[in-house]
């Protein structure tokens, strides 16, 4: 099936670390810091050369809708872009009200910090070409911890809105 938006997804099996202490929830500002310095500099993705991208905004509907679905993981102990529901990305959007003209989702299961799992994605050639896609003007990003063997599961969801779109951000 083809979809109009890059699809990755990240798995790790056999992850032991210890389940933190309190929520993982990441703070917006230093998130958008560390993504935005990474797309600032080109990156290779297995083996191809992407060059520098404008720097994302964060965006709260994205923010939502990244929280929504690592709750979703984290209570199913698995990390899938597809909802138990059958909702994929583009239903995901929709119900929170962000009107995509194109979206990507990296999904984390394990990392203990934002910086650990950009690592990890960015080892990831299909991961890396998310996180360094042009098209791509905002983003939203949520951790959850739960009980399971990932016990941090990170969503980061990125976007850009249909030409006048009117987006309605949600409260942080």
Request: charged share 20%; with cysteine; glycine share 10%.
């Amino acid at each position: 099936m083809h979809f109009p938006w890059p699809l990755a997804l990240l798995t790790l099996a056999g992850m032991a670390a210890a389940a933190p202490a309190g929520d993982c929830r990441p703070d917006a500002e230093a998130a958008a810091r560390l993504l935005n310095a990474k797309r600032s500099h080109a990156q290779v993705c297995g083996g191809q050369h992407w060059p520098a991208a404008q720097a994302l905004r964060w965006q709260g509907l994205l923010a939502q809708s990244s929280r929504r679905y690592a709750l979703e993981l984290a209570a199913r102990d698995r990390l899938d872009h597809i909802g138990a529901s059958g909702a994929t990305l583009r239903t995901r959007l929709h119900e929170t009200g962000y009107v995509m003209r194109v979206a990507g989702e990296n999904l984390a299961g394990g990392p203990e910090s934002f910086e650990e799992a950009l690592a990890q994605w960015l080892a990831s050639p299909a991961h890396c070409e998310n996180l360094m896609a042009a098209d791509f003007e905002d983003f939203g990003l949520a951790c959850v911890t739960g009980p399971g063997r990932l016990q941090r599961y990170w969503v980061l969801q990125m976007g850009a809105p249909v030409e006048g779109a009117r987006q309605v951000d949600a409260p942080r």
